[in-house]
């Protein structure tokens, strides 16, 4: 018998012993009852991938009786974001202190009374970034969804439950909704389908808004003809359209953004449409040139040069006035309330809520301006069978918990901004693993006249892997093709499915080497094509003496010159690698590789090329304003 139970019982008959004998007890039963509920709720997550706030059904309006045909979406069920109000329940904002102060919604939001009317069931509301801020997904009081496809990786913002719910195969679609982002951002990185129709498409009656000439409904499926069966319903779109050709245009300077190389994007997709009956050669257009010239409003949102036809400079005008038109909509709807509640943030909407609440917006005409010029710009450009091809997104999925640094905001915001300022529908194709976008740009382009081009909607597409992470494309047409664009996908996706395989299985070509002679004077016929502002020739030049001769740091060095003035900044960054891997102590290849990853929005890595190159060279002015500039940028 243990020392405790003699104890108890020589002192049977006091009270105390009894007392604190009872509360032992007790404590261990409540701490069991603790574990086996928080293990109960863990496995229960586990379940949905912590997609789910609240769980619920909606039953589905009944079935017509025959011969009325089946309803469309019979047989489908769904999950919606908690931005959308339904009768009986409060709705959250993806915050508790929105969903204790608010009432409890009398009616349920047009857009999900459509889908039920259809024969769509509904099961639940999904998690959120608080107040549609962010494009991460995290929230810190419901927790951030498990990304199924990269559990260590975020899933994706501000409607990261409802994409993660269809990529855990919970739903057949989930409603979103998509301000600068929101839908094709977890698309991208959770490996689905997703929609951004044409700004007020779709019915916003009973949604809370962000940023109102911003917001648009969206939704994801897994499967192409659920997106399409989806979009008839909620589009109202008619079942028949005369079919029309269909032209490929790349923004090949918005793909220098990218992290995934051409062969696992540009490439598939030429190859994609190659036998497809109805479309035309691809052409190539710069993006930024286009917006430069037919916007001319953003000059004044250009923040690193006064200069729009440098570099991206245009795209990142374009994100700012995009970013501050937001936050000044934010403002407006929801300030009073953010000052009476007082409601706990996390930290990144926190900061995000404060930058729009402390701002005094003296320029508010010019951000509906440069909106009206976008779409009119594209309206004017766009006609009626084009599609513009860009990255969804730049970078793959951060890591949980890490936060998202101004760098991978900015360049998100960049290539987002596009549909999002254009008011355009977008469809964003994401398959395990990588990103781009394609956008359906509505025109005839001459094929002498591929640097001027612009875009419209947007659609998410899945094409496998890169690295680990999920592949996306996004087509973008003009305001209200949405139909086209979803008829688009449906006639591409197996094909591009099949190209995927095929590249995935493709092995880079070697380098070629050969006479040292000849592959001087190359270098000498690049460098007078290069003084003569002939930027394609040099390349041509430089590129032939590589095959000559692949070790020499100074051709490199000089073809990356060359695409620095072409604006091909991640060609540029390319050479310059190779440069430096070949002399370690090259200043004007960290000078040049720093400039071309300033161009590209790594920050953190341009300023340390502009750091490295004070070593070597510690009065070189170029370097030592670059470094200074980028040092404030990056704090």
């Known amino acids: 018998m243990s020392k405790t139970l003699n104890l108890i019982k020589a002192n049977a008959s006091n009270p105390k012993v009894w007392l604190v004998a009872g509360i032992t007890v007790a404590g261990i039963i409540v701490v069991a009852e603790t574990r086996r509920r928080r293990k109960k709720a863990m496995i229960i997550k586990r379940e949905d991938f912590g997609a789910f706030m609240e769980r619920f059904e909606l039953i589905p309006f009944p079935q017509p009786?025959?011969?009325?045909?089946?309803?469309?979406?019979?047989?489908?069920?769904?999950?919606?974001?908690?931005?959308?109000?339904?009768?009986?329940h409060a709705t959250g904002f993806g915050n508790p202190d929105w969903q204790r102060t608010h009432e409890v919604a009398d009616k349920t939001a047009v857009v999900v009374t459509a889908l039920l009317k259809n024969g769509a069931k509904c099961v639940g509301k999904t998690v959120m970034d608080e107040l549609a801020f962010g494009i991460t997904g995290e929230n810190k009081h419901y927790g951030t969804p498990t990304n199924p496809n990269m559990p260590s990786n975020v899933p994706g913002?501000?409607?990261?439950?409802?994409?993660?719910?269809?990529?855990?195969?919970?739903?057949?679609?989930?409603?979103?909704?998509?301000?600068?982002?929101?839908?094709?951002?977890?698309?991208?990185?959770?490996?689905?389908?997703?929609?951004?129709?044409?700004?007020?498409?779709?019915?916003?009656?009973?949604?809370?808004?962000?940023?109102?000439?911003?917001?648009?409904?969206?939704?994801?499926?897994?499967?192409p003809s659920i997106l399409h069966r989806v979009g008839n319903v909620l589009l109202q779109l008619k079942a028949v359209e005369p079919r029309r050709g269909r032209h490929l245009v790349f923004a090949d300077d918005l793909f220098q953004?990218?992290?995934?190389?051409?062969?696992?994007?540009?490439?598939?997709?030429?190859?994609?449409?190659?036998?497809?009956?109805?479309?035309?050669?691809p052409k190539h257009v710069n993006f930024c040139l286009f917006i430069a010239?037919?916007?001319?409003?953003?000059?004044?949102?250009?923040?690193?040069?006064?200069?729009?036809?440098?570099?991206?400079?245009?795209?990142?005008?374009?994100?700012?006035?995009?970013v501050s038109l937001q936050r000044y909509e934010f403002k407006t709807n929801h300030e009073e309330w953010l000052k009476d509640v007082k409601p706990r943030l996390g930290p990144e909407v926190s900061r995000c809520v404060l930058a729009a609440i402390n701002n005094t917006y003296e320029n508010v005409k010019s951000l509906y301006k440069v909106r009206t010029e976008m779409r009119a710009a594209m309206q004017s450009l766009l006609k009626d069978d084009g599609i513009l091809v860009i990255p969804t997104i730049a970078d793959p999925p951060l890591k949980l918990k890490k936060g998202s640094s101004t760098e991978f905001h900015d360049r998100a915001c960049a290539l987002l901004s596009v549909a999002s300022m254009s008011g355009c529908c977008?469809?964003?194709?994401?398959?395990?693993?990588?990103?781009?976008?394609?956008?359906y740009v509505v025109c005839n382009l001459d094929i002498r006249n591929l640097f001027n081009l612009t875009i419209s909607s947007q659609v998410s597409v899945p094409l496998g892997e890169h690295d680990g992470c999920p592949i996306s494309v996004s087509f973008v047409t003009y305001h209200g093709a949405d139909k086209f664009l979803l008829d688009t996908v449906l006639d591409m996706y197996?094909?591009?499915?099949?190209?995927?395989?095929?590249?995935?299985?493709?092995?880079?070509?070697?380098?070629?080497?050969?006479?040292?002679?000849?592959?001087?004077?190359l270098k000498e016929k690049g460098n007078a094509a290069f003084k003569g502002k002939q930027w394609n020739k040099a390349v041509n030049y430089y590129t032939e003496a590589i095959?000559?001769?692949?070790?020499?740091?100074?051709?490199?060095?000089?073809?990356?010159?060359?695409?620095?003035?072409?604006?091909?900044?991640?060609?540029?960054?390319?050479?310059?690698?190779?440069?430096?891997?070949?002399?370690?102590?090259?200043?004007?290849?960290?000078?040049?590789?720093?400039?071309?990853?300033?161009?590209?929005?790594?920050?953190?890595?341009?300023?340390?090329?502009?750091?490295?190159?004070?070593?070597?060279?510690?009065?070189?002015?170029?370097?030592?304003?670059?470094?200074?500039?980028?040092r404030k940028l990056v704090s």
């Open 426 to 439: 977008q469809v964003a194709f994401a398959g395990t693993r990588l990103k781009f976008s394609i956008l």
């Open 157 to 223: 913002g501000s409607s990261s439950g409802s994409a993660v719910a269809v990529a855990a195969e919970l739903v057949d679609f989930a409603l979103g909704t998509d301000t600068i982002g929101c839908v094709r951002v977890p698309a991208s990185f959770c490996g689905v389908l997703g929609f951004r129709p044409s700004h007020g498409a779709v019915s916003t009656i009973g949604v809370l808004p962000n940023s109102q000439s911003l917001d648009a409904i969206g939704w994801f499926a897994r499967d």
């Open 257 to 281: 953004l990218s992290k995934v190389p051409k062969q696992k994007t540009v490439h598939v997709i030429s190859k994609a449409v190659e036998k497809l009956s109805g479309y035309q050669l």
């Open 65 to 88: 009786p025959p011969p009325a045909a089946k309803l469309p979406l019979s047989g489908l069920t769904f999950a919606i974001k908690d931005i959308f109000d339904v009768k009986g």
């Open 547 to 630: 095959k000559l001769n692949g070790t020499n740091a100074t051709y490199y060095n000089n073809r990356a010159a060359a695409y620095l003035e072409l604006g091909c900044f991640q060609q540029a960054e390319e050479d310059c690698n190779k440069a430096i891997s070949f002399d370690k102590k090259n200043v004007k290849a960290y000078l040049r590789r720093g400039t071309a990853r300033d161009s590209l929005l790594c920050y953190k890595e341009a300023l340390e090329d502009f750091k490295h190159a004070l070593v070597l060279e510690p009065q070189n002015k170029v370097a030592n304003l670059a470094e200074k500039r980028l």
């Open 494 to 521: 197996a094909s591009l499915q099949e190209q995927v395989s095929i590249a995935s299985n493709s092995a880079p070509l070697p380098d070629l080497n050969g006479n040292m002679d000849a592959s001087e004077l």
């Open 293 to 322: 010239s037919n916007v001319p409003s953003l000059k004044g949102f250009c923040q690193h040069s006064t200069n729009l036809q440098n570099g991206i400079s245009a795209l990142q005008a374009l994100s700012s006035a995009m």
